[in-house]
Antibody, heavy 118, light 107 residues
Framework: EVKLQQSGDELVRPGASVKMSCKAS????????MHWVKQSPGQGLEWIGT????????SYNQKFKGKATLTADKSSNTAYMELSRLTSEDSAVYYC???????????WGQGASVTVSS | DIRMTQSPASLSASLGETVNIECLAS??????LAWYQQKPGKSPQLLIY???SLQNGVPSRFSGSGSGTQYSLKINSLQSEDVATYFC?????????FGAGTKLELK
């Protein structure tokens, strides 16, 4: 069974950074891309970026360049996303999702809520 | 960015009814379209990709159609477990973009 287990919810101060994880199991981690998606009440679903763990290549939505940094650790089958210089606009639920083909997302993590508040 | 406009924003239907949800792209996306179902408090799940290909394990009462800029998701014989929000996503152009969602409730 394909499973993506995300790290827990975070409460962070404005201006801080947060790094979240997504541990994959049930498939060969390097055979698939990993996408990250933001879901907020005002903006719906937004694609943040994608990492291809096999070759450590990343692609970002222009909107999130400088905000998000994607990495992957092949030894532990874990993908990471770091969000920097957090503001209230970054408060949302963030999902990792396995890539099927291009940008189709065929398995999703349970989501991690980030709340930015002082 | 390509804008994906879903309609209706919400709808209410009875058990056993057939439901249609529309998705209009701001330009031709050449059938590079997926549909996702998100049940309350859960993560999205892939239903359809390439406009009309049913994802493994998805009930056959779900189907997708369309081409060019106009696409639709059809749910035959609505079941209680189909109560959810449905999103379309285009992946033909960078960046891939999602519709705002259609919330489906039972009447």
């Amino acid at each position: 069974e394909v499973k993506l287990q995300q790290s827990g919810d975070e409460l962070v101060r404005p201006g801080a950074s947060v790094k979240m994880s997504c541990k994959a199991s049930g498939y060969t981690f390097t055979d698939y891309a990993m996408h990250w998606v933001k879901q907020s009440p005002g903006q719906g679903l937004e694609w943040i970026g994608t990492i291809i763990p096999l070759i450590d290549t990343t692609s970002y939505n222009q909107k999130f360049k400088g905000k998000a940094t994607l990495t992957a650790d092949k030894s532990s089958n874990t993908a990471y996303m770091e969000l920097s210089r957090l503001t209230s606009e970054d408060s949302a639920v963030y999902y990792c999702a396995r890539g099927l083909g291009a940008y189709v997302m065929d398995a999703w993590g349970q989501g991690a809520s980030v709340t930015v508040s002082s | 960015d390509i804008r994906m406009t879903q309609s209706p924003a919400s709808l209410s239907a009875s058990l056993g009814e057939t439901v249609n949800i529309e998705c209009l792209a701001s330009e031709d996306i050449y059938s590079d379209l997926a549909w996702y179902q998100q049940k309350p408090g859960k993560s999205p799940q892939l239903l359809i990709y390439n406009a009309n290909s049913l994802q493994n394990g998805v009930p056959s009462r779900f189907s997708g159609s369309g081409s060019g800029t106009q696409y639709s998701l059809k749910i035959n014989s609505l079941q209680s477990e189909d109560v959810a929000t449905y999103f379309c996503q285009q992946y033909n152009n960078y960046p891939n973009t999602f519709g705002a969602g259609t919330k489906l409730e039972l009447k």
